[in-house]
């Protein structure tokens, strides 16, 4: 066999301006698996009104952040995919789930690099219905439109694997040197209503949305799915791994949009509170980002270093991504090479069964 790989990530507008951010805004948002209302109810809360005003306002949160080569995210991917192709001799080949390079092109071109497979990654950590699903989800739908009737294998969700914790614990070292009073890891959240919908048992996962009530740490097949579960995995396992106090770091979550319940506690809520316990000197990683992004470079690094400052704190330092560390590169190129790592997105792996109808 001749196996291609497929990095997928999630993607970026085109341009910063108005018009392409609404595009890229619009994709995204109507995925059913971002926002997962019935076709009618997504669309007239996405044109009625979040595409009303939001891409004003993210289009200049993009500007803070874009580069002379575009979007930093992109930009990262790409040199991502060419630095695990310099080490292997399988072909590479890059797609984001919305925008451009698309999905469709990086299947092209392994097509016209003659792979007789594809070995999807999805550069998600975690298990969640609107980045893992949906990537597998459009990746299947793609090929199926191409009629490229080849073994489509997944790289199930790594976020408690050893490979995957060390890189990012490496990635981090240096930041960790400081002096720091607390640690905050801010995961992307996501709506309670999606933990609830890929519990596979129906009952496992309670409906809670403040922190990690003990469904979370009870053995469960929920867990495969559970976005909840899995954040708490990878902390524990990054905590345990860099030595750093059980008192002196929490988790929260961030980006949330609308007002139904999303995983709590919030961000944006606990670096204010934060400084106002004397919490002077924060670290902030956001271990569900392999690559900065709008999420980290803009929300974390310029608003939510205000916020903190605003609050009463001496300096809130962010730390970067993973993004071109030279142990994930390794590990990328280490899983890309190991047919023993991918599952068969038929069968094979319960993290790709037909729970949300992968």
């Known amino acids: 066999m001749h196996p291609g790989i497929l990095l997928v990530n999630l993607g970026s507008p085109a341009s910063t301006a108005v018009k392409d951010v609404a595009s890229y805004l619009n994709e995204f948002l109507m995925d059913e698996r971002v926002i997962d209302l019935p076709w009618l109810g997504r669309r007239i809360l996405v044109s009625g009104l979040i595409l009303t005003g939001r891409p004003k306002r993210s289009a200049e949160a993009y500007s803070k952040i874009w580069g002379p080569d575009g979007s930093p995210l992109v930009q990262i991917s790409r040199q991502l995919r060419d630095q695990v192709q310099l080490r292997t001799e399988l072909p590479v080949e890059l797609g984001m789930r919305y925008g451009e390079p698309s999905i469709l092109s990086g299947l092209k071109a392994l097509r016209a690099r003659n792979a007789d497979a594809v ?54 070292q240096e930041s960790l040197k400081w002096d720091y009073d ?48 899995q954040v708490m995995e990878t902390t524990e396992a ?13 988790i929260a979550f961030q980006s949330r949009l609308g007002r139904t319940p999303w995983l709590r506690p919030y961000t944006d809520f606990e670096l204010p509170r934060l400084a106002a316990e004397g919490k002077k000197k924060v670290l902030i990683l956001s271990p569900s980002f392999v690559s900065d992004c709008l999420e ?25 991504c993973m993004n071109l560390h030279p142990d994930w590169i390794k590990t990328l190129v280490d899983w890309s090479e190991d047919d023993k790592a991918f599952a068969s997105s038929d069968k094979g792996s319960p993290a790709l069964s037909s729970v949300s109808g992968l």
Request: charged fraction near 20%; proline fraction near 11%.
């Open 119 to 172: 070995r999807l990654i999805p550069l998600y950590p975690h298990y969640a219905m609107s980045s893992f699903e949906t990537v597998v989800v459009k990746v299947k739908q793609v090929m199926a439109e191409m009629g490229w009737q080849v073994p489509l294998s997944v790289l199930p969700p790594f976020y408690n694997h050893p490979r995957y914790i060390a890189s990012l614990v490496a990635s981090a």
């Open 182 to 229: 607390h640690v905050l890891f801010s995961y992307h959240g996501i709506p309670l209503r999606q933990v609830l919908k890929v519990d596979p048992t129906g009952s496992h996962c309670v409906n809670e949305p403040e922190g990690f009530p003990p469904c979370c740490r009870k053995p469960s097949q929920a867990h495969l799915y559970c976005y909840r579960h």
């Open 238 to 250: 990054f905590v345990k791994a860099a030595g750093i106090p059980s008192d002196k770091y929490s």
């Open 296 to 320: 980290t470079l803009e929300e974390l690094g310029i608003r939510g270093v205000e916020l903190f400052t605003e609050a009463g704190g001496d300096e809130l330092r962010p730390v970067p």
